[in-house]
């Protein structure tokens, strides 16, 4: 079982950045995905990023290509979301998500391929 764990969510002002993390317990397989969904109140979980744990090929949603940045450690079974020029639309709870069966590049971004959830983490950019 792959359990994962974010951290490193906070206030932050428009421009600015953050670094979240995903720990990840378990031993995910090189061919899971683990992505970064995102959720404010009142709308659907949106995909933002993801990377395949084994050979580190990433996919962004189109809302933060070039601005946000998701790269794994996979010595420290951690998943990382740097986040720069951070707008106020960013702001959500965000999820780290592990796929463990089925991630290829033609569904990565569907949120019932995610089948294990960390709690979430709150982002807020102030304008």
């Known amino acids: 079982q792959v359990q994962p764990v974010e951290s490193g969510g906070g206030l932050v002002q428009a421009g600015g950045s953050l670094r979240l993390s995903c720990a990840v317990s378990?031993?995910?397989?090189?061919?899971?995905?683990i992505g970064w969904f995102r959720q404010d109140p009142g709308k659907e979980r949106e995909f933002v990023a993801s990377?395949?744990?084994?050979?580190?090929?990433?996919y962004y949603a189109d809302s933060v290509k070039g601005r946000f940045t998701i790269s794994r450690d996979n010595a420290k079974n951690t998943v990382y979301l740097q986040m720069n020029s951070l707008k106020p639309e960013d702001t959500a709870v965000y999820y780290c998500?592990?796929?463990?069966?089925?991630?290829?590049?033609?569904?990565?971004?569907?949120?019932?391929?995610?089948?294990?959830w960390g709690q979430g983490t709150q982002v807020t950019v102030s304008s």
């Open positions: 998500a592990a796929a463990t069966v089925g991630y290829y590049s033609g569904n990565y971004f569907r949120r019932t391929l995610y089948d294990y």
């Open positions: 990377i395949r744990w084994g050979d580190g090929s990433t």
């Open positions: 378990g031993r995910p397989f090189s061919s899971s995905g």
